[in-house]
């Protein structure tokens, strides 16, 4: 069992960046691949970056590739998500998830965090 605690969101400027972070507990969290998912108003749940067990391997949506970085410290049981270059379209929901099978159907998910981004 892995309980995932989301932090960091909050509302910024367009342009402006935040941090968002990932606490995990429980066993194997190094097992997992990690990723942040967001849901924005109106639309489906998107994964938009995700991390390796090992941290070596990255995935970035199109939509957020160049502005925002992931990054997992095992010994820290934590995943980060800096966000910079916010625009209003990345306001959402954000939503950390491991898995260790695939990304269609994460094993475990976040509470979420609300970022919103003022024009």
């Known amino acids: 069992q892995v309980q995932l605690v989301e932090s960091g969101g909050g509302l910024v400027q367009a342009g402006g960046s935040l941090r968002l972070s990932c606490a995990a507990s429980?066993?194997?969290?190094?097992?997992?691949?990690m990723g942040w998912f967001r849901r924005a108003p109106g639309k489906a749940r998107e994964l938009i970056t995700a991390?390796?067990?090992?941290?070596?391997?990255?995935y970035y949506a199109d939509s957020v590739k160049g502005r925002f970085t992931i990054s997992r410290d095992n010994a820290k049981n934590t995943i980060l998500l800096q966000m910079n270059s916010l625009k209003p379209e990345d306001t959402a929901v954000y939503y950390c998830?491991?898995?260790?099978?695939?990304?269609?159907?994460?094993?475990?998910w976040g509470q979420g965090t609300q970022v919103t981004v003022s024009s």
């Open positions: 991390i390796g067990w090992s941290g070596g391997a990255t």
């Open positions: 998830a491991a898995t260790m099978t695939q990304w269609s159907k994460p094993d475990y």
């Open positions: 429980g066993r194997a969290f190094s097992s997992y691949a």
